[in-house]
Nanobody, 115 residues
Framework: QVQLVESGGGLVQPGGSLRVSCEASGSIFSPNVLAWYRQAPGKQRELVASISSGGSTNYANSVKGRFTISRDNAKNTVYLQMNSLKSEDTAVYYC?????????WGQGTQVTVSS
């Protein structure tokens, strides 16, 4: 079993920056993929960014050039640095882990972009 705990969400003004973190614990094997998804009110959950245990990254077109995903394997932690935030980035952000053909989810952290 794998547990994922997100932190770092909050309220930020348009154009601002925020970093969310997700610490994984439990049976974490390599290779694996860690990712961030988000879900805005009334919308489907969507992939924001992912990073493999080897460091390969993938981004949604809507966040390319603004968001950066990274991971610290020693700390079993994945980060999402969000810059130039827009109101449309407002959502609950969920951490996700794909390990041994199983998916695990965190509880989510709210990010609100508003003036």
């Amino acid at each position: 079993q794998v547990q994922l705990v997100e932190s770092g969400g909050g309220l930020v003004q348009p154009g601002g920056s925020l970093r969310v973190s997700c610490e994984a614990s439990g049976s974490i094997f390599s290779p694996n993929v860690l990712a961030w998804y988000r879900q805005a009110p009334g919308k489907q959950r969507e992939l924001v960014a992912s990073i493999s245990s080897g460091g390969s990254t993938n981004y949604a077109n809507s966040v390319k050039g603004r968001f950066t995903i990274s991971r610290d394997n020693a700390k079993n932690t994945v980060y999402l640095q969000m810059n130039s935030l827009k109101s449309e980035d407002t959502a609950v952000y969920y951490c996700n882990a794909f390990i041994n053909a199983r998916l695990f989810w965190g509880q989510g952290t709210q990010v609100t972009v508003s003036s």
